[in-house]
């Protein structure tokens, strides 16, 4: 006989898994929402929403996508069941597209404006 409990086989040495543990329990999502990794939760609504780094004010939201989506992969590699890998990498990409993109227009729009204020005397 074994006990319930048993973390180990006392006749041959095999280790069982813990079906107690409320870390690897399902969820009623079903794991479409990772809400076991944050960091890949908020860079996946910070990535989506990070489109709006074209208005100078919300030019941080990439950022933060990119950053926590690094760090939301990291914890889904350590611990598996807390899933969130699709989430993270959607920070990261629309973190660093939306960034790259935030950048660009940015300076497009500066370099409009000192074009605009040199030739103000010129018309």
């Known amino acids: 006989m074994i006990v319930v409990n048993a973390?180990?086989?006392r006749f041959c040495g095999e280790e069982f898994q813990s079906t107690a543990s409320g870390d690897k329990e399902?969820?009623?999502t079903g794991g479409v929402i990772p809400y076991k990794n944050p960091p890949a939760l908020i860079a996946y609504y910070c990535g989506v929403f990070s489109l709006?780094?074209?208005i100078p004010f919300f030019f941080p939201l990439?950022?933060?996508a990119f950053v926590?989506?690094?760090k939301g992969l990291k914890k889904a590699k350590a611990e598996p069941h807390v899933k969130g890998q699709v989430h993270a990498w959607i920070g990261v990409v629309c973190g660093a597209v939306f960034g790259i993109?935030?950048?660009v227009i940015t300076v497009i729009a500066v370099i409009g404006i000192i074009g605009a204020m040199t030739q103000k005397g010129r018309f």
């Open 7 to 9: 973390k180990v086989c």
């Open 26 to 28: 399902g969820d009623s």
């Open 52 to 54: 709006l780094a074209c």
């Open 62 to 64: 990439p950022i933060v």
């Open 68 to 70: 926590l989506g690094l």
């Open 101 to 103: 993109i935030g950048i």
